[in-house]
Nanobody, 124 residues
Framework: QVQLVESGGGLVQAGGSLRLSCAAS????????MGWFRQAPGKEREFVAA????????YYSDSVKGRFTISRDNAKNTVYLQMNSLKPEDTAVYSC?????????????????WGQGTQVTVSS
């Protein structure tokens, strides 16, 4: 029912910034909590950030807290991940996901729809 398409990934030097976007199709967009996950080479997929349906509540993993900001523009059906002070360990494929639950969750199994992912590479 929901299609998610990420964009904004690329190569950036350590300390730099990137903004990822996730464009959603389908309705109603406000029915879904949204999250960002990432998977680095040789590692399991991990939670990055999540945002409530209203956008008023956000959650972050300890590894990105203070550096990344998740936001959503429901009028544009778009979720963003602003990534600042990037580190080489942030290198991963970043995926946007939508969940029908009313409370954002860090468990990827509770997300119902996934984007194709976008590569973020941070060089030293």
């Amino acid at each position: 029912q929901v299609q998610l398409v990420e964009s904004g990934g690329g190569l950036v030097q350590a300390g730099g910034s990137l903004r990822l976007s996730c464009a959603a199709s389908g309705r109603p967009f406000t029915s879904y909590t949204m999250g960002w996950f990432r998977q680095a080479p040789g590692k399991e997929r991990e939670f990055v950030a999540a945002i409530s349906r209203s956008g008023r509540n956000t959650y972050y993993s300890d590894s990105v807290k203070g550096r990344f900001t998740i936001s959503r523009d429901n009028a544009k059906n778009t979720v963003y991940l602003q990534m600042n002070s990037l580190k080489p360990e942030d290198t991963a494929v970043y995926s946007c996901a939508a969940a029908a639950g009313i409370i954002p969750t860090l468990n990827p199994r509770e997300y119902d729809y996934w984007g194709q992912g976008t590569q973020v590479t941070v060089s030293s």
